[in-house]
């Protein structure tokens, strides 16, 4: 089985907590030489330089930096489906650089059936070297495809009527293209554990505030996507609990996973009665 894996890194500098992330992820990935890489990049100070030293086939592309954006989601993708439509790979991995997976992925990976498209969720959040397996962490990191050439076709067409700049609401547009393609959608959580390591450069107050920024507007070119293919706006609105609910039946039944939705589900109650008690305190206010 070959894997085409599609990413993007943040530039490699000579030391930080960043770039030995990434360092440990594209190691991690390229022991298996079954996996070759598509990488997009924006700018990005010596990325090509590790690829060099640490992977055995890439294909890679460089924009250069863009005063208007720091990247976007859709060329790395649309990079990747180009070398996937090509037809020599089996399967294809839309994912973050900032995550390692249990040792037993490509095992289940090899797994998926055509026109299939499987995710992980939710991730194992690592917090200064501190995590907990059964916490409901928001976030979906990694998307795995098993597509047949016409279903590819059309997800480059879908993929850029989605635009997306920088931070937000990407996910969510992959997680929702299931339903236009009219392929299956499975959660391998359980099966396999991802864990996601925070980010140095998020820390910054400035990059905190473009996020916001920048999400706002992809979330209104994702707003309209779903209204064209007639699809849910809670995609857009309803946060991963939505995408929680979409996956219960697609999850595998483990005690991890029962504790998960528990807790989450949980979460989610003491949000709509803080949201309940917050619209009744304005109306009194009045």
């Known amino acids: ?7 993007s890194f943040r530039g490699f500098k000579k030391k930080s907590r960043d770039t030995s992330i990434q360092i440990k992820f594209l190691k991690e990935i390229s022991r298996n030489k079954n996996i070759d890489f598509c990488v997009t990049q924006f700018g990005e100070a ?8 640490n992977v055995k086939k890439f294909y890679f592309y460089d924009y250069g930096k863009n005063k208007n954006y720091k990247y976007c989601q859709n060329k790395i993708l649309f ?29 289940k990976f090899k797994k998926i059936k055509q026109n299939t498209i499987a995710t992980i969720f939710p991730n194992i959040h690592i917090y200064k070297k501190k995590f907990d397996k059964t916490k409901p962490n928001f976030g979906l990191d990694i998307f795995i495809f098993n597509l047949e050439k016409l279903k590819i ?3 480059i067409k879908l993929n850029n009527q989605c635009p997306n700049y920088d931070w937000g ?13 009219k392929v299956k959608i499975v959660n391998l959580n359980g099966y396999v554990n991802i864990f996601k390591f925070d980010n140095q450069e998020n820390e910054s107050t400035d990059i905190q505030l473009s996020q916001i920024k920048s999400w ?14 007639k699809q849910s706006m809670l995609y857009a609105s309803g946060s991963f609990y939505f995408i929680a609910f979409k996956l ?15 807790r989450l589900f949980y979460k989610l109650l003491l949000t709509i009665i803080k949201k309940i008690r917050f619209n009744k305190s304005k109306k009194f206010d009045k």
Do not use: C
């Open 1 to 7: 089985m070959k894997i085409l894996w599609i990413t």
């Open 46 to 53: 010596n990325v090509k330089e590790q690829l060099q030293k």
């Open 79 to 107: 990079n990747g489906l180009n070398t996937a439509k090509k037809g020599k790979y089996d399967l294809f991995i839309w994912s973050t650089a900032d995550i390692i997976l249990t040792k037993n992925y490509f095992s």
């Open 153 to 155: 076709l059309k997800l």
């Open 169 to 181: 609401s990407y996910e969510h547009f992959l997680f929702s293209i299931h339903k236009v393609l």
């Open 216 to 229: 706002k507007k992809n979330n209104n070119y994702l707003k309209k996507f779903l209204r064209k293919y």
């Open 248 to 262: 219960i039946g697609r999850t595998p039944l483990t005690l991890d996973n029962l504790i998960i939705y528990g």
